[in-house]
């Protein structure tokens, strides 16, 4: 059955064949970079916190997606299993940024980033 | 508190039970055996050393009352009974030795010199016996006499006074008991610690912080000396305890066999221990520390300046005077002689002039050490310690006597604004303590300074040119010293005591502080000593009057005389070139100096007691006869004869100004200079390496650290990609 620990553990005995054609992981990487380009051009471009925030969401997920395409592609979980520690971590990250934002707009009763430059110097 | 103290008691006692009764001072003349002395003589110098912790304990609970005095007097009068039971079991000859536990013991080979062992351990013999008795005796009422003088202290004050005053005590007893130089030099460097804390007492009073301080460094030369000495004594004879190193001295040769006369150390070591000497006792070019040390609370100059820490100088000569004796010039002793004569002399001629009743009572402590030393000089060492014996009575006395009137008149010590005061209630035993005390100072007949003086006088024409050069002419000095001695002594005594009462308060209260004091001014009632002071003034002046009794007891001139013949102090003058020597009465007819053809002995009674009461009249005729007010007397119209000097005199014949020029301003300057080198060139240098990469760092953080979000993130997105671009255009 699954042998976790000889690490021969693969798709192919998960019921998945064959392995994704060269072809069509890139065009899964090519949805990715796009994803992350978005993320980050938003994450430069705006001032607004909570923006700013989603941007980098983005930029995770697509960063994820990559990594689901390239288990697939090995025909390994080693993706699959990045991605869902990706997620949880992303999720209790959320909750915190987003407490942090309201507890900073509580501050300035305002969104914009460019309020905060106490590091200065 | 009581786990300590029970371990001190335990390890004094095992200490006793462990003594060494063995080992006798192989051939010593005078015969001194070694004995081990009771646990007793150990807690002598503990005791004030554990009030000094009391103390200390109390002040950390902020004690408001005068527990501090309290605890000290107690301790020290404890420690003066064991002094006491410790004499009383004395075999009047042997030489008690206690260790309590190994000190500094050093090892570098198994040779002669190549090992030094010195043990926190005790040493008491006739000398240090007859220091240790006076010692413990005048700290004890001199304690009770601070209980009440330093009253309006009590608090933390209180605490700190009478902390420093055990300590001293403590101090003085390693000093004085202590087995080898390097007990001796803890002590000596202990009082000395002791006597800048006390100096600078009124530490918010700059007068008496410079005091303290000009105190200290001018015992730091002295302490050179000492300290020189004892390294070159521990070079040449192998070893710093007294009873070996005695032995190797009498023994007449080095610990690497060379016969002491041809070595350079049998006169070196000697002037190197009469500087450090010289510097504890204010004598020759050291003197000036002393008359400042006056801004400390009287009881700490009745004690520490006139009658104990100052007499350690003598206590250093008397107890090496086997080694200062084992030269044959006596070069020396010479010194010494000169030395003590001389300042004798300068400090009288200063004292004559001063306002100051405490200042004049410094510089004549300056005048009778003088005495002190030429007696040790002119070999007359009974003389001198005899000296040292009664001084400590009459001058505590003195002082009390001038402590008092300076506490009940608000500070005032001028002897311009004070008159009468023997009318003054509450006075009566001022002033006749004051009144016994300036008989002893002045050598009135029949008075213990008499004695003691005469002894020292006398021995001074005794003990021939031959062996000390012109030791008759010292003794002119001396005599000539004692006149006018006599004549100031005096004139505080006409000034202030007697003669139309007269007198105003002085501007503070206690010489110090602002405890907010409303009447003085205009209302003004002098306060007389309480039963603390006038019993302990009592106690002293009786203790003056009766330590002149000494004098006739015993075989060797009197009981000093025993004393000192008990201890190393005693040398067989016959050793010294077959000459007479001073504290031998059998030897002294072998050649003996004479007065005009009399014995001195004998004719320096007369004589002094007439120079004596030429001086006392001069004092009479000038300052008491027809004075009807305290500011003037008939000596206004006298000095003005003498046209600039009597100015001179009063402004110390301007040594101090002297010294400022010869030393303290180059120092200065040096000092001056060496700081802006450290601070231009050393800090520069180190300013330099710190300072680049502060600036490097300032310059360009100034210009990243912008504190905006995005300039961090575009930051870091440049550096990715820069990093992507190398990994892919160069890696691959």
Same mark, same amino acid.
């Given at each position: ?121 | ?122 040493? &008491?013999?006739? $000398?240090? *016996?007859? @220091? ?8 004890? !009422? #001199? /304690?009770? +006499? ?34 080898? &130089?390097?007990? $001796?030099? *803890?002590? @000596? ?8 804390? !006390? #100096? /600078?007492? +009124? ?53 690497? /066999? ?475």
């Amino acid at each position: 059955m699954i042998d976790l620990i000889s690490g021969t553990f693969s798709l192919a005995q998960a019921g998945y064949p064959e392995a994704m054609a060269a072809s069509t992981l890139n065009q899964y990487l090519f949805v990715s970079a796009a994803m992350f380009a978005l993320g980050l051009i938003g994450f430069m471009t705006r001032r607004n916190l909570i923006l700013m925030f989603l941007c980098t969401e983005l930029m995770f997920q697509a960063a994820g997606l990559s990594m689901i395409a390239f288990g697939r592609y090995h025909m390994n979980f080693d993706g699959q299993t990045f991605v869902i520690f990706v997620l949880t971590i992303a999720a209790a990250e959320a909750a915190m940024a987003l407490a942090l934002v309201v507890l900073l707009f509580r501050k300035r009763e305002s969104l914009d980033a460019d309020l905060w430059a106490e590091l200065k110097g | 508190m009581m786990a300590m103290t029970g371990a001190i008691l335990e390890s004094v006692l095992s200490a006793a039970l462990a003594a060494d009764p063995a080992g006798g001072m192989a051939g010593a003349e005078h015969a001194a055996s070694q004995s081990s002395g009771g646990a007793l003589m150990a807690l002598i110098p503990l005791l004030p050393l554990f009030g000094a912790v009391l103390v200390g304990v109390l002040a950390c609970f902020n004690e408001k009352s005068k527990m501090p005095a309290y605890v000290t007097v107690g301790l020290l009068a404890a420690s003066f009974v064991l002094t006491l039971i410790t004499y009383l079991g004395w075999d009047g000859h042997s030489v008690m030795q206690i260790r309590l536990w190994d000190w500094i013991g050093l090892s570098w080979g198994d040779g002669v010199g190549q090992s030094l062992d010195a043990g926190f351990a005790f040493y &008491l013999d006739g $000398l240090s *016996l007859l @220091w240790m008795l006076f010692v413990t005796g005048l700290a004890t !009422l #001199i /304690g009770l +006499y601070a209980s009440e003088y330093m009253e309006h202290d009590v608090g933390l004050g209180y605490c700190r006074f009478f902390g420093a005053f055990c300590l001293f005590v403590f101090s003085m007893s390693c000093l004085v008991m202590g087995d080898n &130089l390097l007990m $001796l030099f *803890l002590g @000596w460097e202990g009082v000395g610690l002791c006597s800048y804390l !006390l #100096i /600078g007492y +009124y530490y918010k009073k700059k007068s008496a912080v410079d005091a303290g301080m000009k105190a200290f460094i001018v015992n730091r030369i002295g302490d050179l000396g000492l300290l020189i000495g004892t390294l070159l004594t521990f070079t040449t004879f192998g070893s710093l305890e007294f009873t070996q190193l005695f032995s190797t001295i009498e023994a007449g040769h080095s610990a690497a /066999g060379v016969p002491l006369g041809d070595t350079w150390q049998v006169w070196a070591i000697p002037l190197l221990f009469m500087a450090g000497a010289f510097g504890k006792s204010a004598q020759l070019f050291f003197y000036v520390w002393l008359p400042d040390a006056m801004e400390g609370p009287t009881p700490v100059s009745a004690l520490i300046h006139a009658a104990t820490m100052v007499t350690a100088g003598v206590y250093l000569v008397a107890r090496m005077m086997p080694l200062f004796v084992a030269d044959t010039h006596l070069i020396a002793l010479t010194v010494v002689t000169w030395g003590g004569a001389i300042t004798a002399f300068w400090a009288a001629t200063i004292a004559m002039a001063q306002y100051d009743i405490k200042r004049i009572m410094g510089y004549s402590t300056i005048s009778q050490l003088g005495y002190m030393f030429a007696g040790l000089g002119v070999l007359a060492t009974t003389g001198g310690v005899y000296h040292v014996f009664t001084h400590a009575f009459f001058k505590a006395t003195l002082f009390l006597s001038c402590g008092a009137v300076m506490h009940g008149f608000a500070g005032q010590l001028d002897l311009r604004k004070l008159s009468g005061l023997w009318k003054v209630p509450g006075f009566k035993i001022v002033s006749i303590a004051m009144l016994i005390g300036c008989l002893n100072l002045a050598g009135f007949p029949f008075t213990a300074g008499f004695f003691s003086k005469d002894m020292i006088i006398a021995e001074a024409f005794v003990t021939p040119d031959s062996m000390i050069p012109g030791s008759s002419w010292a003794g002119w000095l001396m005599l000539l010293t004692a006149g006018l001695t006599a004549y100031y002594t005096f004139r505080v005594f006409f000034r202030v005591f007697v003669g139309p009462t007269e007198f105003y308060p002085g501007d503070d209260h206690h010489g110090d502080d602002d405890h907010g004091d409303e009447d003085h001014a205009s209302t003004f009632h002098p306060h007389g000593p309480g039963w603390a002071m006038n019993f302990v003034l009592i106690a002293l002046a009786g203790g003056s009057v009766l330590a002149a009794g000494l004098y006739f007891m015993g075989d060797h001139h009197g009981w000093a005389g025993g004393m000192v013949h008990a201890s190393s102090a005693q040398f067989d003058p016959a050793q010294i070139g077959g000459h007479a020597g001073g504290s031998s009465a059998e030897q002294a007819d072998i050649e003996h100096g004479t007065v005009f053809g009399f014995d001195p002995h004998k004719a320096m009674y007369y004589i002094s007691a007439v120079v004596g009461f030429i001086g006392i009249g001069a004092a009479w005729w000038l300052h008491l006869a027809g004075r009807t007010q305290a500011a003037t007397s008939r000596m206004e119209s006298v000095a003005a004869k003498f046209g600039p000097i009597p100015s001179w005199a009063e402004h110390k014949w301007y040594v101090d100004e002297f010294y400022d020029f010869l030393i303290v301003t180059p120092l200065r300057l040096i000092s001056n200079l060496f700081f802006w080198f450290d601070r231009l060139v050393i800090d520069g240098i180190v300013e330099l390496f710190g300072g680049t990469p502060k600036m490097g760092s300032e310059t360009i953080g100034n210009a990243t650290q912008t504190g905006v979000l995005h300039d961090y993130a575009l930051r870091m997105i440049a550096g990715t990609a820069a990093v992507l671009v190398v990994v892919v255009l160069v890696l691959y």
